[in-house]
T-cell receptor
Framework: EAGVAQSPRYKIIEKRQSVAFWCNPI?????LYWYQQILGQGPKLLIQ????????DSQLPKDRFSAERLKGVDSTLKIQPAKLEDSAVYLC?????????????FGSGTRLTVV | AQKITQTQPGMFVQEKEAVTLDCTYD???????LFWYKQPSSGEMIFLIY??????QNATEGRYSLNFQKARKSANLVISASQLGDSAMYFC???????????FGKGITLSVRP
């Protein structure tokens, strides 16, 4: 089966600009996650979707970050305006069920550099 | 409190030897799962092994095994017969029954020497 697709692979922007990342999960996976991984740290969950509804966005900086999964399939994560501290790898993951019993599959990530 | 603690500094191991990567966790949920992932320099997160809190036996997957000590809340990863390709970051992660999100530790860097 095809894996979790993410694009772009790399992005460099200036601070205060906006940027968007795209994720297409494994077909049939109901749950989709966006993680932020700052260099030298473990991934931190930003937002979790179950189909097209938000399950957990408690750690999403909502003043500048937004995410949607309108049709319950692919998802977009946006940052506007970007800050230097947003430089990180943004990982998308999906799981078949809401409790992740069948494991999680991660995409290759988008490496964002804010200058 | 940190849910996942990985405190080892960078680890080094000789090729073909075994190595143990430590992980302790903190949860009050009686039902939970522990995961180990490998992240090479290319960035993808590769699933290695899973241990459920009610599993009676320690998990094993090929060269990977999990030393699960529930009372001590530790879930150490053992890699046997290390290979050069094992050089990577290794993350321990916790999933609690209350939700399905994974909470990761800060990771351990493993370097395998020829």
């Amino acid at each position: 089966e095809a894996g979790v697709a993410q694009s772009p692979r790399y992005k460099i922007i200036e601070k205060r600009q906006s940027v968007a990342f795209w994720c297409n999960p494994i077909s049939g996976h109901a749950t989709l996650y966006w993680y932020q991984q700052i260099l030298g740290q473990g991934p931190k969950l930003l937002i979790q979707f179950q189909n097209n509804g938000v399950v957990d966005d408690s750690q999403l900086p909502k003043d500048r970050f937004s995410a949607e999964r309108l049709k319950g399939v692919d998802s977009t994560l946006k940052i506007q305006p970007a800050k230097l501290e947003d430089s990180a790898v943004y990982l998308c993951a999906s799981s078949l069920d809401v409790v992740g019993l069948n494991g999680y599959t991660f995409g290759s990530g988008t490496r964002l550099t804010v200058v | 409190a940190q849910k996942i603690t990985q405190t080892q500094p960078g680890m080094f191991v000789q090729e073909k030897e075994a190595v143990t990567l430590d992980c302790t966790y903190d949860t009050s949920d009686p039902s939970y799962g522990l995961f180990w992932y490998k992240q090479p320099s290319s960035g993808e997160m590769i699933f290695l092994i899973y241990q459920g809190s009610y599993d009676q036996q320690n998990a094993t997957e090929g060269r990977y095994s999990l030393n699960f000590q529930k009372a001590r809340k530790s879930a150490n990863l053992v890699i046997s017969a290390s290979q050069l390709g094992d050089s990577a970051m290794y993350f321990c992660a916790l999933r609690e029954e209350a939700n399905s999100k994974l909470t990761f530790g800060k990771g351990i860097t493993l370097s395998v020497r020829p």
